[in-house]
């Protein structure tokens, strides 16, 4: 029995992995493109009526908007595959039009995918009729059943947990305890490094960032980054601490830094962790706290340094960066 739920919550945490997986690029899309006009209209694109300031505000928003749709179909797919895509589908229409965003689109997501999957398993058609089986009759059967699932369940519960939760962040901020709340965040982000403690936070985060919370963007941009760009460093001024090619890759750890991509990190973590753990866990919780104390912004939580280009202020959060 333990083994089989040890099973079971490794599936679904797989399934959400690829939701999430497929959700980034829709929403670093959608936020650049949305942010992008702002550069020659001095921040006026939402405003603007016409043009293609306007054009690029409006199909980036939309895009942007997109997220929970992909989110919620490929969790499910996650599970089930093709055929779960269209029950997916429908967890997005909640996901967006309701109020339960993130934790409906996972939730639902996956109830989505195992709906799917013992659907296909315990349907029977006559030989006949089995082409139709995954194109016709599972998504019409599946999509009821989501429906219903989310209208009257995982929707409204989800709405509540999702409010409350970012009323316990608005609570913290009141208090003054923000920058305490983002270095936490950093120091998952930072440490993280896309593995299970960067994932485990980031659902917390998403509920800030889906209520247009541009701090904690600016905070899960910079705390991600940050562990590259210190690398780098380290690398270039204290080169006999590292090895030949580990000097040689200098070049992907400034890249991995631009880009937000940490592949060209894990390397140089895994050969030192009693060095690298601590400083990388203080390099994010430190550009966490100076972001909320500074209190700069961003349009995407994801992007590197094109996402940087676009915050509320450049100088300070490359105070951030650089801190």
């Known amino acids: 029995m333990k083994d089989k739920l040890k099973s079971l919550g490794k599936e679904m945490y797989g399934a959400m992995m690829t939701g999430i997986s497929y959700m980034i690029p829709v929403v670093v899309a959608g936020a650049i493109i949305m942010a992008l006009p702002n550069f020659w209209t001095g921040g006026g694109a939402a405003e603007a009526k016409e043009g293609l300031a306007y054009y690029m505000y409006t199909w980036g928003n939309t895009l942007f908007g997109m997220m929970y749709y992909v989110l919620a179909m490929f969790v499910a797919f996650g599970i089930a595959g093709r055929p779960a895509l269209i029950s997916g589908l429908v967890v997005g229409l909640f996901a967006v ?4 965003g993130f934790l409906g ?15 296909i398993k315990w349907l029977k058609l006559p030989a006949m009729m089995a082409s139709a089986k995954t194109i016709l009759f599972i998504p019409i059967i599946t999509s009821l059943i989501m429906f219903i699932a989310m209208q009257f369940a995982i929707d409204p519960i989800c709405s509540y947990l999702m409010n409350l939760i970012y009323l316990f962040g608005v609570w913290v901020e009141s208090l003054g305890f923000k920058p305490l709340l983002l270095a936490t965040f950093g120091a998952c982000f930072c440490f993280g490094m896309g593995g299970p403690v960067c994932y485990g936070i980031f659902p917390l985060t998403l509920i800030y960032i889906n209520a247009g919370d541009g701090v904690v963007c600016a905070a899960t941009m910079v705390t991600a980054t940050s562990g590259y760009l210190g690398t780098a460093i ?3 001024l204290f080169k006999k601490k590292f090895t030949k090619s580990e000097q040689s890759n200098v070049v992907g750890l400034f890249t991995g830094w631009i880009c937000q991509i940490t592949e060209f990190q894990i390397p140089y973590f895994m050969a030192d962790l009693k060095v690298f753990t601590p400083a990388y866990i203080l390099a994010g919780a430190v550009g966490g706290a100076l972001v909320g104390l500074l209190n700069v912004s961003t349009p995407a939580f994801h992007g590197g340094m094109f996402t940087a280009l676009m915050a509320s202020s450049i100088p300070k959060i490359a105070l951030c960066i650089l801190g």
Do not use: E, M, P
């Open 97 to 100: 039009n309701g109020d339960s």
């Open 105 to 119: 689109a996972v939730v639902g997501g996956i109830l989505a995918g195992y709906v799917t999957k013992y659907s």
């Open 234 to 236: 380290a690398v270039l």
